[in-house]
C-alpha cells in the first residue's frame, strides 16, 4: 500500500474492488449519520491514454479500451456505482469523446480538468462542443489570478458547475476555501487526508461563521 502526493492510499486492490468498497462506505456513512453523500471519480484519463494506439490501457487489469469502449466504459461505471461525478474519463483533446459522453449520461456531472487547464479559450471550445457541466478551477494553473477569474466566470455563464481544486503536492494554506467561496464555486476538493486538507476546511468553517454573523448584523439593522 502507497500513499499519492494528494494523500489518496493506493492499495494493492483492482480499479473496481477499490469502487466496491468505496461504495459501500459512502452508503454505510450516509446510513449511520443521516447525511446524503454522492460518490465521484477522477479517472485520470491521459495517464491511461496511448496515443500511438488510440486507445486507453488499464495495468492492473490488462484492458485496453478503444475510443468508444471507454466511454461506453465510464457510462457503466456510473451506473453500477451511482457515481455522481465523473473527472476526466477521457483524454485532454477528446472534445467531439466528451460530447459524445455528455449525451449518454443523465444527472451526473462531467468535469473537465486536463481537458482545460483553467484555460478560457479551451473552455469556450467545450462550451461549443457541449463536452462537459463541470470545471475544475486551479488558480495558480492558467499563468493569472486574473485569467482564473475569466475562466470561473465563463464557466458560470455557460452553466458549468465549479470545482475550486488543490494541486499535487499542496501546502496548508487556506487560500483555497477563500478562493472557493469568492468566485461562487459549487465544489471544493482539497485533498484527502493530512494538515494541507484540514486546513482548508476549517478556513471553510471560520468563513461559514464571519457570512453567518454578518447576515445577522444585516437582518438586525
Known amino acids: ?116 487547464t483553467t484555460d478560457p479559450e479551451r473552455l469556450r471550445r467545450g462550451v461549443e462542443s457541449k463536452s462537459t457541466n463541470g470545471v475544475i478551477l486551479k488558480v495558480n494553473q492558467v499563468g493569472t489570478l486574473g485569467q482564473a477569474c475569466e475562466f470561473a466566470s465563463l464557466a458560470r455563464k455557460s452553466s458549468q458547475a465549479i470545482a475550486a481544486s488543490h494541486r499535487s503536492g499542496d501546502n496548508e494554506g487556506g487560500h483555497l476555501a477563500h478562493f472557493a467561496v469568492g468566485l461562487s464555486c459549487a465544489l471544493i476538493k482539497c485533498g484527502v487526508a493530512g494538515g494541507e486538507r484540514t486546513t482548508k476546511l476549517n478556513e471553510l468553517i471560520r468563513i461559514a461563521e464571519k457570512l453567518r454573523i454578518s447576515r445577522m448584523t444585516n437582518l438586525v439593522l
Open 1 to 116: 500500500m502507497g500513499k499519492g502526493d494528494e494523500g489518496g492510499w493506493s492499495p494493492g486492490i483492482s480499479d473496481e474492488q477499490a469502487l466496491k468498497v468505496a461504495r459501500e462506505a459512502v452508503d454505510v456513512v450516509q446510513d449511520a449519520e443521516g447525511m446524503k453523500m454522492a460518490m465521484g471519480v477522477d479517472f485520470a484519463a491521459d495517464s491511461l491514454y496511448d496515443e500511438k494506439s488510440e486507445t486507453y490501457y488499464y495495468r492492473a487489469s490488462k484492458k485496453r479500451l478503444s475510443i468508444e469502449q471507454q466511454i461506453a466504459y465510464a457510462s457503466e461505471l456510473r451506473d453500477r456505482y451511482n457515481l455522481f461525478y465523473m473527472e476526466d474519463p477521457l483524454h485532454e483533446e477528446d472534445f467531439e469523446g466528451y460530447s459524445k459522453l455528455m449525451g449518454s449520461l443523465k444527472g451526473t456531472l462531467v468535469v473537465g480538468d486536463d481537458l482545460y
